[in-house]
């Protein structure tokens, strides 16, 4: 059962276009992280979302936690090539031990 | 520093045989994580482990299990392989199980079953 889901599953943008990908649930979550993946290699951790209505900045990237901690967005302004990847949200439940990861928002950028 | 270090980084196996995955984790960090990652999937978690105990699992068939060592590295066995089982396997590193740690993933194992 998938508990996340993220759109659009696809993306495909030019070089200084803006973007935002959603990730939704139906399940409150104790804090929402998101990756970014390239080909090949494992998920590397861009932020950690904890509370509800929650704004974070990293650079050109800003991420967001829902009032009701069950949904997550992320905006990236002026996008670049080297923002090329999978894009995977990942939320942790009360229980702790696991992630449990959208299917993710693979994201090309052309200059 | 060193990240998440997991050996071997390919493998290809035949079906019916049996693998082992191995993890290092971030030094300092007590806790590893599991997850398969088939190909257009997010990472699905198998297992997870702090002080050498198993602290969760999720829904994977028994042929899949794993240990924690004294060192906090981790081992990662699938037998009796399936076509199916083709996938990168991913290890997680925390400080801490919990529900607000951070996870940082090695770069994968990726097996491939033929």
């Known amino acids: 059962t998938q508990l996340l889901e993220q759109s659009p599953q696809f993306l495909s943008i030019q070089e200084g276009e803006n973007l935002t990908v959603y990730c939704n649930s139906s399940?409150?979550?104790?804090?929402l992280q998101w990756y970014r993946q390239e080909p090949g290699e494992g998920p590397v951790l861009l932020v950690t979302?904890?509370?509800?209505?929650e704004v974070k900045k990293l650079k050109r990237l800003t991420f967001q936690f829902g009032d009701a901690r069950k949904d997550s967005s992320l905006h990236i302004t002026a996008a670049q090539p080297g923002d090329t990847g999978l894009y995977l949200c990942?939320?942790?439940?009360?229980?702790?031990?696991?992630?449990?990861f959208g299917k993710g928002t693979s994201l090309l950028v052309t200059p | 520093d060193a990240g998440v270090t997991q050996s071997p980084t390919h493998l290809i196996k035949t079906r019916g045989q049996q693998v082992t995955l191995r993890c290092s984790p971030i030094?300092?960090?007590?806790?590893v994580s599991w997850y398969q990652q088939v190909l257009g999937q997010g990472p699905q978690f198998i297992f997870q482990?702090?002080?050498?105990?198993?602290?969760g699992r999720g829904n994977f068939p028994d042929r899949f299990s794993a240990r924690q060592f004294p060192n906090y590295s981790s081992e990662l066995n699938v037998n009796a392989l399936l076509l199916g089982d083709s996938a990168l396997y991913l290890c997680?590193?925390?400080?801490?199980?919990?529900?607000?740690?951070?996870?940082?993933f090695g770069q994968g194992t990726r097996l491939t079953v033929v």
């Open positions: 997680a590193s925390s400080f801490i199980p919990g529900e607000n740690t951070e996870a940082f």
């Open positions: 399940s409150v979550f104790s804090s």
């Open positions: 979302v904890v509370t509800g209505g």
């Open positions: 990942a939320g942790a439940r009360n229980s702790g031990y696991a992630l449990n």
């Open positions: 030094s300092g960090h007590k806790s």
């Open positions: 482990y702090y002080e050498k105990e198993e602290r």
